[in-house]
């Protein structure tokens, strides 16, 4: 037998409209809304939201668009937009793009066939394109991590020419004067801005920056390759930033394999690797994103799109530790 939200009013004793507000998303006394969860759970009720969303327009459902499922910044921020939505009683379904635009623009079109109120993705380029279907439809979308071409999109992001510029800066300040870099893909947004952050403070500092730069194709291999390319290179190099997580972790044990100490031979500032790499290498420095705070803003942002806000460009700054 189909259990009804009549069957929910007869159990907790309050009215049909008082239950469907719960439902809704609307704001309840909380002793009520304990006494619907408890019958809820009582009574085995299943919401259709099939049918709900026929009759209110609106799924209570978000789309998050992910460049891979195991890329260690997805996972750190999908959790906590995943309980932010909770809080508002909206679900999730997670599509894995593959860091490849041609999926990314499938899976758009998949999740809107499934009438989800909102996007919110880690978008695969700095273009768009991917995007046009839902933008054309006007379905309120977030941008992470980086900045798009489309004035239709909120965006959060990390302050990465600021950190890049300060994280170069503190290790100059120990009197390091070799200090090179370890960078990403030119084409996507947040690689170019953390280069030009570091060659900011190279120039402020009266230094050359071109010959102590190498690229690490974003991954772990490629951070590990770049860091022995740079010490063949300038053995003498005594400071060196590595932009992302996956050349971090490459670049820490190409270092250490050159058998040089941390923090003594070399001044080490990497991204995100916060339980690892410190206590396998001590003396190495970390910048920290706000990943709880990034996730938790998106999701706030959409819902504040779905329910008719503005689009919004938000900037989080970093810790380094």
């Known amino acids: 037998m189909n259990i009804t939200i009549k069957d929910l009013a007869r159990e907790t004793g309050l009215t049909s ?24 759970e009582k009574l085995g009720y299943i919401r259709n939201d099939y049918a709900r969303a026929l009759r209110t327009h609106r799924s209570m459902t978000v789309g998050v668009l992910l460049p891979e499922l195991y890329n260690a910044f997805a996972a750190g921020v999908v959790t906590q937009i995943e309980d932010t939505l909770k809080q508002h009683r909206y679900g999730l379904l997670i ?59 909120s965006h959060v992001v990390l302050s990465n020419r600021k950190t890049a510029r300060e994280v170069t800066a503190r290790i100059l300040a120990e009197g390091r004067r070799k200090v090179g870099v370890i960078y990403g893909d030119q084409s996507v947004f947040k690689s170019r801005e953390r280069l030009s952050g570091y060659r900011e403070a190279m120039r402020e500092a009266g230094l050359d920056a071109e010959s102590f730069e190498e690229c690490g194709d974003l991954t772990m291999d490629g951070g590990y390759e770049a860091m022995k390319r740079l010490l063949h290179a300038h053995p003498d190099l005594d400071g060196i930033f590595i932009t992302s997580y996956e050349m971090t972790m490459g670049a820490a044990v190409a270092v250490d394999e050159a058998g040089l100490e941390f923090g003594k031979d070399i001044s080490f500032t990497g991204f995100d690797c916060t339980k690892l790499l410190p206590r396998l290498f001590p003396g190495i420095h970390m910048v920290v994103q706000p990943l709880q705070e990034m996730g938790r803003v998106a999701a706030e942002t959409l819902l504040s799109m779905i329910e008719g806000g503005p689009v919004r460009n938000i900037v989080l700054d970093a810790e380094i530790i």
Do not use: H, W
Request: net charge neutral; with cysteine.
């Open 17 to 40: 409209a008082t239950i469907s507000a719960y439902f809704n998303g609307a704001s309840v006394r909380p002793y009520n809304r304990d006494k619907i969860e408890r019958a809820v």
């Open 95 to 153: 599509c894995d793009c593959r860091s490849d635009v041609g999926r990314e623009g499938e899976a758009v079109r998949f999740l809107q066939s499934k009438t989800v109120d909102g996007l919110i993705v880690i978008p695969s380029s700095d273009s768009a394109l991917s995007l046009d279907s839902a933008i054309s439809k006007n379905l309120p979308l977030v941008a992470m991590d980086r900045y798009t071409e489309s004035r239709n999109i």
